[in-house]
């Protein structure tokens, strides 16, 4: 699972619905992995502006990384020169690294999903169905 | 037609072998490829800008292959782990989510710009243990799905309904849910051919659905024509000639018809 995914994935049961804890999903024990991808410059731009960028500092502190700035970083271009750095930071960020494995935890219902093989199982037991 | 849905629940139909014959079977690879760009064509995406779509029911990834070729990031649902670890196997580049569509589409609001799903949408109809309703599951999938995705946001499905209740239901489903839409059948003459695909919006949107082609076709409306009315409202004339119509049927010999016929005869001096 992408680290970009993780800014989207809340809590699948309904009761959580409502919560605002249900989104970010709590991240432990992970192993991550870094894969090259093409870069889409247009894409990162576009993912931008519905990125929840507490959410992604949340979920890059529980992963190890609190390097992040602490604000969404603004005015990107995709054709200007001097974007093109951050565009390639986000990018090893949000689309080449990946969970392969590793728990997800909802911070209000505490429900555990587990990614095994980077697919992450969101499957419910038949009584919170 | 051999109907999938009616042996057994999706996440055991779909076993290693199962997943492993659709997948590398030719037939199906044509078909799955046809009926995403189907999908695409109908959902009318902008060229030349990104797009984040959800691909439900998304199999081994067949149609998330294509969606990459047209360029587009994507993120695939399915139940069945053989069906996604084949996926894997194939090394498609959306990422894959192991649940069920009846139970919600779990990502945040206004996360993706449109949603396709491809022979899958009919597995909901089914109730696979005694404690789920069916009904419910539609709902709460089109509930979340129109949360999920952006406003304006288009869901197209490809599905195979196993009769008109099926689709009924569906449809019904996605309406009390907040979509507006309907149904397009492709090929509705053939038996073979025929396709259905669900093309819902969420709320309204700049660029709309691609309808090229479509032929508007109504429900029609049988009213049972009254026939006393209708015996009241002719003409002498069309009285003459019904009259005549229907002696001409018992075998009888009628005059033949002409201009002349049930005009007034003057009267002579």
Not at chain 1, 55 to 69: C, E, F, R, W, Y
Not at chain 1, 74 to 82: K, Q, S, V
Not at chain 2, 41 to 60: A, Q, T, W
Not at chain 2, 74 to 94: F, H, K, N, Q, Y
Request: charged share 25%; with cysteine.
């Amino acid at each position: 699972m992408k680290f970009l995914t993780t800014n989207f994935v809340k809590c699948a049961i309904k009761t959580c619905d409502s919560s605002l804890e249900a989104f970010p999903l709590q991240y432990s024990e992970c192993e991550l992995v870094q894969e090259e991808q093409e870069f889409n410059p247009e894409f990162i731009c576009h993912m931008l502006d519905r990125l929840d960028w507490q959410a992604v500092i949340k979920v890059a502190k529980d992963l190890g990384n609190t390097s992040l700035p602490p604000n969404k970083p603004e005015d990107i271009d995709p054709i200007m020169e001097d974007s093109q750095a951050i565009l390639r930071d986000l990018h090893t960020l949000l689309v080449e690294t990946r969970i392969v494995e590793g728990k997800m935890i909802c911070r209000n219902c505490e429900h555990i999903y587990y990614i095994k093989n980077s697919i992450p199982n969101f499957l419910l037991p038949p009584h919170l169905c | 037609m051999s109907r999938p849905e009616q042996l057994a629940p999706p996440e055991v139909f779909y076993n290693d072998s199962e997943s492993f014959k659709y997948t590398s079977s030719t037939r199906v690879q044509h078909i799955q490829a046809k009926m995403t760009l189907r999908a695409l064509e109908l959902l009318n995406l902008e060229v030349d800008s990104p797009h984040f779509i959800l691909d439900l029911g998304c199999g081994s990834g067949l149609s998330g292959e294509i969606l990459t070729e047209e360029g587009y990031n994507w993120i695939g649902m399915d139940i069945s782990p053989s069906m996604l670890a084949t996926g894997i196997d194939r090394d498609v580049e959306g990422d894959l989510f192991l649940s069920d569509m009846g139970n919600g589409v779990h990502f945040r609001a206004g996360t993706f710009d449109a949603a396709i799903s491809i022979s899958a949408v009919q597995w909901l109809c089914n109730a696979d243990s005694s404690n789920v309703d069916p009904k419910k599951r539609m709902l709460r999938f089109f509930n979340s799905l129109y949360a999920s995705l952006k406003r304006g946001g288009k869901f197209v499905a490809q599905f195979y309904p196993m009769n008109d209740i099926q689709t009924e239901n569906l449809l019904n489903a996605a309406k009390v849910a907040g979509f507006g839409g309907g149904l397009i059948i492709d090929d509705p003459e053939s038996k073979r051919h025929k396709k259905y695909y669900m093309v819902l919006t969420a709320g309204q949107s700049e660029r709309n659905i691609n309808l090229a082609g479509a032929e508007m076709d109504a429900p029609e409306t049988t009213k049972k024509v009254n026939r006393k009315l209708l015996k009241k409202l002719e003409s002498k004339k069309e009285f003459i000639a019904r009259k005549k119509e229907t002696m001409k049927r018992r075998g009888k010999k009628v005059a033949l018809d002409s201009k002349f016929t049930a005009r007034k005869r003057r009267p002579r001096f």
